[in-house]
């Protein structure tokens, strides 16, 4: 392992079967965890290529087991990470209202982003945790499924992500790429469609640097024979406009029933949600083979289908549509108000993101909702956001929200594809 330390130290490129020793030894202990953070920051700092992503993905995929779906094609989608990003909670319920089979495994908040299981598990009842049997079933049963990524899966990824999420060896193109597609294909679906995210709550946050991400994303899981497709887009505010588990559940709700009592939801989120999902749900419907997306997508949005299968998928993991129905924000928020006027320049998502997980830990129903959208004109004293706590401790959370005189330049929701 020294020899491979030292090789990548000094911009060598390891071979297929070094990656594949390197992963099996780790997982046998036969590597220690000094070595492989020392291996993982020279990938940081030299960069894998796109040979060296693969390999490591083959042998992150060999460290587990892998599920096999028989039949139809089955697509999954899969972000990068972003804070108030409810898409999954909202395409997996729409695209198989549509008819498609999405089988959707899902992990755990990280650093300042929000994880769709822990969103999902503030339904009371609600059960991330199935077999794979159970969770190939109900795919084949109602359409869709979204569950936690069981221990047999990569676990080669697990481990290698808490050291790298330690060390802070996160941010390397190649190992994102590996520790994300490893476990797509260890989920069995046939298709995939990504969600990259750029800007900077995201960990690339140069649209540059996410667009050779999605190729990447794309090339390997073509390697692997699989049909996928990737986006890039805005991650410099929260996507939707709540941030914690039970809120985001409850604008993903109010979302898929358009729910009018939510005036914030159907002011603010609708649009940049609304405009995500779409191309996002079409994207997933083309690759299972189903034509005219946006606007099947349309349909089944205003017919209420989709949240009846949204509903339905959560009673087959255990939560009621009662339960759904009766979440509601803690009430009384504290109102942040803007201590002077201008245009909203920039908002410290990451402040925000983390803000809203930590409040979301104490109380399900605690967290935040922004007002207001970068570009926005606010005069002094407009409400910023509403901050729904679980005590009576007052945040200063105005410093959050940079305004000026000049109106920002605008940017795009998705960019241009990579
Ligand atoms: N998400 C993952 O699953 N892995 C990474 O390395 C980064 C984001």
Not at 113 to 122: A, Y
Not at 192 to 201: H, M, P
Not at 248 to 260: D, Q, Y
């Amino acid at each position: 392992m020294r020899r491979a330390i030292e090789l990548k130290r000094d911009g060598a490129e390891l071979s297929p079967e070094d990656w594949s020793g390197i992963v099996a030894a780790f997982m046998d202990d036969r590597i220690d965890e000094a070595q492989m953070a020392a291996l993982c920051m020279a990938c940081v700092w030299r960069g894998m290529s796109l040979e060296e992503a693969h390999a490591l993905t083959q042998a992150m995929v060999a460290s587990g087991d892998v599920l096999h779906f028989d039949g139809d094609v089955v697509v999954d989608k899969h972000s990068s990470g972003g804070v108030s990003d409810i898409v999954s909670l909202v395409a997996v319920p729409l695209a198989a209202a549509c008819g498609a089979h999405v089988a959707k495994l899902s992990g755990r908040a990280l650093g300042h982003t929000g994880g769709t299981i822990d969103k999902l598990e503030s339904i009371p009842g609600f059960n991330a945790n199935l077999s794979t049997d159970a969770f190939i079933a109900q795919v084949r049963r109602i359409g869709c499924a979204i569950a936690a990524q069981t221990s047999a899966l990569v676990p080669a990824d697990k481990r290698m992500y808490a050291l790298r999420d330690r060390t802070a060896t996160v941010p390397s193109m190649g190992l994102i790429a590996a520790s994300i597609v490893s476990k797509k294909i260890a989920g069995g679906a046939h298709a995939f469609v990504f969600d990259v995210k750029t800007g900077r709550a995201a960990f690339m946050q140069k649209p540059e640097a996410a667009a050779e991400l999605a190729r990447r994303l794309v090339e390997i899981s073509t390697r692997f024979g699989r049909r996928a497709t990737a986006f890039v887009t805005d991650m410099n505010e929260p996507l939707g406009h709540s941030i914690g588990t039970g809120l985001e559940i409850v604008e993903a709700r109010n979302f898929l029933s358009r729910n009018a009592a939510d005036s914030v939801t159907l002011s603010l989120s609708k649009g940049r949600v609304y405009n995500l999902v779409l191309p996002i749900v079409a994207a997933m419907l083309a690759a299972a083979g189903i034509d005219d997306g946006e606007s099947r997508a349309r349909s089944a949005l205003a017919s209420g289908a989709a949240y009846e299968k949204f509903v339905e998928m959560i009673e087959a993991q255990g939560a009621t549509r009662a339960t759904l129905e009766s979440m509601e924000p803690l009430p009384n928020p504290q109102v942040v108000r803007a201590q002077q006027s201008g245009y909203l320049h920039g908002i410290d998502v990451i402040r925000l993101g983390n803000l809203g997980r930590e409040l979301a830990a104490r109380n399900s129903l605690a967290g935040l909702r922004v007002a207001v959208r970068i570009g926005d004109r606010i005069e002094k004293n407009a409400a910023l956001a509403y901050v729904h706590t679980p005590d009576s401790v007052t945040l200063d959370l105005a410093g959050a929200f940079e305004l000026s005189n000049q109106h920002p330049p605008s940017r795009p929701l998705i960019y241009p594809s990579p």
